[in-house]
């Protein structure tokens, strides 16, 4: 079967008219985020090349065909994030086919759990970048409108605890000034694949003061509507245009750049550090759970717990009183 069966699969009827099944298949491709998709056609690529040298059938494949295909790719020396990425990419190609999903297996899931043992990844997670962190890092980004744009990424980026996609995708009308701060509306957002959106509360603080950053850097570069933030030349001048914005690649150099400048080891840090810090500093300060969800926009509390866990671990030590 062509790889683009597998993944854009007919779950139309035969009858329909070729426009109407094209327009199917068009949802179908927007029901995950363009990336996602990306990278999922690159795994059932990798797949259905080995199952054809393999003589196995990639679809509908059997349980057994997986399980073989994560050893020799465990063999090969993937890393375990590439095979769970494999196995997703699987599963969504048969969800869509309407086929038993052969990664639902006891024997898939022992085969993977053996790999990763194999493999001994243990998850790398990237330091967060707390709020005293973050003050170091905003004192070394310079008094230039590059630096006004930093200060305003890294001081937004951890007060709404963005993801780095929902900080560059913002627009200008996307933030809603009011007296008690910023309302900032994210309008898709990993866990909001049919993009309801949501709306963010931004406090104008005392110490980071992320709207004051947001305004200072907006006046700075004249920019009034249209993309936030914005690549800036080496002559200072900001790119202009709708579809001029920062990549999210620009994100995390960013926060390794600062990182960097504030004596810390940049390769311990990433994107995900601003989101990751202001998780960790809320916890530490005995923020309620609840509260750091809606900020966070997590769905399963579990992610958000394991945070507060590491934040609180030296607190209240059951082992403080006789170590």
């Not at 063999?75 to 969800?95: C, D, F, P, W």
């Not at 630096?147 to 007060?159: H, V």
């Not at 990182?259 to 960790?280: E, K, N, P, V, W």
Request: charged content about 25%; aromatic content about 6%; some cysteine.
């Amino acid at each position: 079967m062509p790889t683009s069966d597998i993944l854009i699969i007919e779950p139309v009827e035969a009858g329909l008219p070729a426009e109407t099944q094209a327009l199917v298949q068009a949802y179908q491709r927007a029901s995950k985020a363009s990336a996602t998709i990306r990278a999922y056609m690159s795994d059932v690529r990798v797949f259905e090349a080995w199952c054809r040298r393999s003589g196995f059938r990639s679809m509908p494949a059997s349980p057994e065909t997986v399980a073989a295909f994560i050893v020799s790719e465990a063999e090969e020396g993937r890393a375990a994030s590439t095979l769970g990425r494999r196995m997703a990419a699987i599963r969504y190609g048969h969800k869509l086919a309407k086929a038993p999903d052969p990664t639902d297996d006891e024997g898939v899931h022992a085969a993977m759990k053996g790999a990763r043992r194999k493999l001994k990844v243990a998850p790398k997670q990237k330091a967060a970048a707390t709020a005293d962190i973050l003050a170091a890092m905003l004192m070394r980004t310079p008094d230039t409108l590059t630096g006004k744009r930093d200060r305003a990424l890294l001081g937004l980026g951890f007060a709404g605890a963005f993801r780095r996609s929902e900080l560059v995708a913002l627009d200008v009308e996307d933030l809603v000034e009011s007296p008690e701060g910023l309302r900032v509306r994210v309008r898709r957002a990993k866990t909001d694949q049919e993009g309801r959106g949501a709306e963010i509360a931004i406090p104008h603080g005392r110490f980071i003061r992320p709207v004051a950053l947001i305004r200072e850097w907006l006046d700075a570069a004249g920019i009034t509507a249209g993309p936030v933030f914005r690549p800036v030349s080496r002559s200072g001048n900001v790119r202009q245009g709708e579809g001029v914005r920062l990549t999210t690649q620009a994100v995390a150099d960013i926060i390794k750049k600062y990182t960097a400048a504030a004596g810390l080891d940049a390769s311990t840090f990433g994107a995900h550090s601003l989101r990751a810090g202001y998780i960790t500093t809320a916890a530490e300060r005995g923020a309620d759970l609840t509260r750091i969800m809606d900020q966070s926009r997590h769905r399963d509390p579990r992610t958000v717990v394991g945070y507060i866990r590491r934040a609180n671990a030296f607190k209240d030590h059951s082992g403080s009183g006789f170590l």
